[in-house]
């Protein structure tokens, strides 16, 4: 079993920066694909950033592609996701995922096993 605890987010200015952490618990979160994903109000939650459990493979999504960077550090069971040029649409709460199997990153939610509470990020304008 893992959990997972997300932290980094907050209000920031159009053009700011925030590092999201998600910090996980449980011996094998280093085999686990990871993601994140976000959520702003009246809208599905969507693919922002994914990363091979080994961080050999990266994936963004287009609207963030050149302004975020997703990490990892295995030995802390940490992910992170740098996120620089921060645009009032990038307002939403953020959620990590973990997958308990694969070598590749993952886009589909449906495909991840364990998810994080969430934490808010908003942009001003």
């Known amino acids: 079993q893992v959990q997972l605890v997300e932290s980094g987010g907050g209000l920031v200015q159009a053009g700011g920066s925030l590092r999201l952490i998600c910090a996980a618990s449980?011996?094998?979160?280093?085999?686990?694909?990871t993601g994140w994903f976000r959520q702003a109000p009246g809208k599905e939650r969507e693919f922002v950033a994914a990363i091979s459990w080994s961080g050999g493979n990266i994936y963004y999504a287009d609207s963030v592609k050149g302004r975020f960077a997703i990490s990892r550090d295995n030995a802390k069971n940490t992910v992170y996701l740098q996120m620089n040029s921060l645009k009032p649409e990038d307002t939403a709460v953020y959620y990590c995922a973990a997958r308990s199997r694969g070598n590749l990153y993952y886009t589909d939610r449906s495909l991840y096993d364990y998810w994080g509470q969430g934490t808010q990020v908003t942009v001003s304008s």
């Open positions: 449980g011996r094998t979160f280093s085999s686990y694909p």
